[in-house]
């Protein structure tokens, strides 16, 4: 079974302060993903990395930033959180053999900003 | 502006009645379409897929169908069950791959 794991299940923080979320996937796939989802919105993607060290802008990246320097681990940076990015955040990941290939997600982090 | 679109915040269906769910999109580079099934407190996982160049796709319960001229499909459940009451993703790709654009979702109630 595919498990995509996600630091936090839940998570407070204040405004303006630097924010990670992880994000761990053990099956080796080579594309990860963050995704915002909101109310009324759906799933909104912020960024997607489809190799180490590599990273594409999704459709709502401003705000947020991101790592991926393992294989296995893909991590969302808030440099200073503010308080519409209180949100549910998930992390999925997929192999990269063509646009067939479906997401497999984690359980999300709900992260409220104060 | 939204290129997938689930007009249809929530549905309630009984048990073992049929249960529809539609999705509209506009952008006709769509060349691929999912549907995710989310419970509460837990990720989307896949439910069924469809490629464009059929118009229809089964499994078990689950049928997606695709009417490319009218940028439409839906998902049908039949017999709905108390345990299909989740929310509905439907999503598209281009040949691109990369990308999966989302619909706001559809929660459906199967009332027992």
């Known amino acids: 079974d595919v498990k995509v794991t996600q630091s936090s299940r839940y998570l407070v923080k204040r405004t303006g302060e630097k924010v990670f979320l992880e994000c761990v996937q053990d099956?080796?796939?080579?594309?990860m993903f963050w995704y915002r989802q909101d109310p009324g919105l759906g799933l909104r993607l912020i960024y997607f990395s489809y190799d180490v060290k590599m990273k594409e802008k999704g459709d709502i990246p401003e705000g947020y930033s991101v790592s991926r320097e393992k294989k296995e681990r893909f991590s969302l940076i808030l440099e200073s959180a503010s308080t519409n990015q209180t949100s549910m955040y998930l992390c999925?990941?997929?192999?990269?053999?063509?646009?067939?290939?479906?997401?497999?997600f984690g359980p999300g982090t709900r992260l409220t900003v104060l | 502006d939204q290129q997938v679109k689930q007009n249809s915040p929530s549905l309630s269906v009984q048990e073992g009645r049929i249960s529809i769910l539609n999705c509209d999109y506009t952008n006709s580079m769509f060349d691929y379409f999912l549907w995710y099934k989310k419970y509460p407190a837990e990720g989307p996982t896949f439910l069924i897929s469809i490629s464009s160049i059929k118009d229809k796709n089964e499994d078990g319960r689950f049928t997606v169908f695709l009417n490319k001229s009218a940028k439409h499909l839906s998902l049908h459940i039949v017999p709905s069950q108390p345990g299909d009451s989740a929310v509905y993703f439907c999503?598209?790709?281009?040949?691109?791959?990369?990308?999966?654009?989302f619909g706001a979702g559809t929660r459906l109630f199967v009332k027992a």
């Open positions: 099956m080796d796939h080579e594309n």
């Open positions: 999925a990941s997929s192999f990269a053999s063509g646009n067939t290939d479906t997401q497999y």
């Open positions: 999503a598209a790709r281009d040949l691109g791959g990369f990308k999966t654009i």
